[in-house]
């Protein structure tokens, strides 16, 4: 036997069973991943954190193991002791249980491998990609000269948002070229202004600017966690005075704590009235547009960049987010051209023109078969039920005399924390009932600071939880307070 016919059983051919061994590895690894679901019965398998270190350092590494093998053990002692999204009591982060018609997705993204940068490897990826876009234009009602991209999530969304942003800000101020010349002199100047509950990649996304942590003004917050918009003038108005360049404000649908919409009509018109740059990071709250609250998101709508995530509200598996431009020429400020990829004559489109990355998954797919599958309407109706569910999990947190509730839920998280009024150290007894949870297997929990006080978080992202499995969890979480106490 010749190497390539031994090697050939490792890859998918082209041809008359050509799939034939992929059909096997996939049958098989359905097989165990069903065997896995059916024996999982908490969030996390309560395995000592250092007793699987240990197990997975010892894996051999060093092939000859038979593929079937490989993924019984794969199921055995990762798909076991891996934290199960789809458990009721796994409720901790914006880290969702994904849809059906994208688990099916995934097969097909993987398999084909199609690299979105350029059409003569995404076919037609590209067009799919296109008019999930602009669908999503649609949706967001993002006008006719808007265009988007498909991102790896909502930190690269940001990061795009904000670097177009600077770039867009220097042409504008000065006819300075940032993509050529590097920051102009009064880079130092250039201030990004968003509220103290936005996410913290507005921070890392200014140091990677080299605009620096300390370029970035955050606005006061109300205790709900939405920007006080006056404040946000006042801001504004303090920094010109001090001869600084305030040229982009964020706007956040959903804080991840809180959940809280900022007021984005009020935050549009102050950008508008101060000529800057309106971006909105919708990575969470961005999903309600498909809601009966939809209302909620009123003034999105206005933004110049807008961060979408279909990893979270939207169902999807990691990695899928989106990127809309209300002007599709700035793209421009991202643009290079390489002989080897996207040549200035082309004539096919080549996605990698709007893109920071180069080679991409081709995730618009999963998107394009939940919608043909489930649809917009569902998808509307699991909302309007999950933040239905959320206040009324509130409400039962606020009923438990054990628990207090730290703030109303804005969208689909509960903070809230034990407290039954015995405890010497409130904040020190959450800490650890969040760990002992985790690390026994009893539920996974946020934990975040609220006014300062240590916060447990529930973020609800399954539809399909009714008010039981939060009672039960409520009273395991008491159980185990109890005995840690
Ligand atoms: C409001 C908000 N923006 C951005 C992000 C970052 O998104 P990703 O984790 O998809 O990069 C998150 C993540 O939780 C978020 O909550």
């Not at 909105?280 to 547009?289: E, P, Q, R, S, T």
């Not at 080897?340 to 920071?356: I, Q």
């Not at 649809?375 to 054990?402: C, F, I, K, S």
Request: hydrophobic share 40%; charged share 20%; aromatic share 6%.
């Amino acid at each position: 036997m010749t190497q390539q016919s031994q090697w050939q059983k490792h890859f998918v051919h082209a041809g008359n069973g050509g799939a034939d061994q992929l059909e096997a590895a996939l049958l098989k690894s359905a097989q165990v991943i069903k065997s896995v679901f059916e024996q999982v019965d908490k969030p996390y398998s309560g395995m000592d954190p250092l007793e699987l270190k240990a197990k997975i350092e010892a894996i051999n590494m060093q092939g000859g193991d038979a593929l079937d093998k490989v993924i019984e053990e794969t199921g055995e002692l990762i798909g076991l002791n891996s934290i199960i999204v789809q458990h009721p009591h796994c409720i901790a982060h914006l880290h969702t249980q994904p849809l059906m018609p994208s688990l099916a997705a995934e097969v097909f993204i993987s398999v084909l491998n199609q690299s979105m940068d350029s059409w003569d490897q995404a076919s037609a990826a590209t067009y799919v990609e296109q008019r999930m876009v602009d669908w999503l234009c649609e949706l967001y009602n993002f006008g006719e000269h808007s265009d988007g991209v498909f991102t790896a999530g909502g930190t690269q969304s940001n990061q795009m948002g904000l670097i177009i942003a600077r770039d867009w800000i220097a042409d504008t101020l000065s006819g300075h070229n940032i993509q050529q010349d590097g920051l102009p002199d009064y880079g130092r100047k250039l201030r990004i202004i968003c509220s103290q509950k936005s996410h913290f990649t507005v921070q890392k996304t200014a140091a990677l600017m080299g605009l620096g942590m300390r370029a970035v003004v955050c606005v006061e917050s109300r205790a709900n966690g939405t920007m006080i918009t006056e404040k946000l003038e006042e801001t504004i108005d303090a920094l010109k005075a001090d001869g600084l360049i305030p040229f982009v404000v964020v706007g956040t649908a959903g804080t991840t704590d809180h959940g809280a919409i900022d007021d984005l009509n009020a935050i549009a018109d102050i950008a508008a009235k101060n000529a800057m740059w309106f971006h909105v990071d919708a990575a969470y709250g961005g999903a309600l547009i498909m809601s009966s609250e939809k209302a909620r998101l009123a003034g999105l709508e206005r933004a110049d960049s807008l961060t979408v995530d279909f990893h979270k509200l939207y169902w999807q598996p990691i990695s899928c987010g989106g990127f809309l431009l209300k002007n599709k020429a700035n793209f421009k400020y991202l643009l290079h051209h390489a002989d080897y990829l996207n040549r200035e004559e082309d004539t096919l489109p080549n996605l990698v023109d709007k893109t920071m990355a180069t080679t991409k998954r081709f995730d618009a797919l999963k998107l394009l078969m939940t919608m043909q599958n489930i649809g917009p309407d569902v998808m509307g109706e699991m909302y309007d039920h999950l933040l239905q569910q959320t206040r009324d999990v509130a409400a039962m947190v606020d009923a438990n005399e054990n628990y207090e509730l730290l703030s109303e839920p804005n969208l689909s998280t509960v903070l809230f924390r034990f407290n039954n009024g015995k405890l010497a150290d409130v904040d020190a007894m959450n800490k650890k009932l969040r760990l002992q949870a985790l690390v026994q297997g009893v539920a996974v929990l946020g934990e975040t600071t609220v006014n300062g006080q240590t916060s447990l978080k529930f973020t609800l992202l399954n539809p399909c939880l009714t008010l039981n499995h939060f009672e039960e969890l409520l009273d395991n979480l008491t159980k185990l307070a109890d005995s840690l106490a």
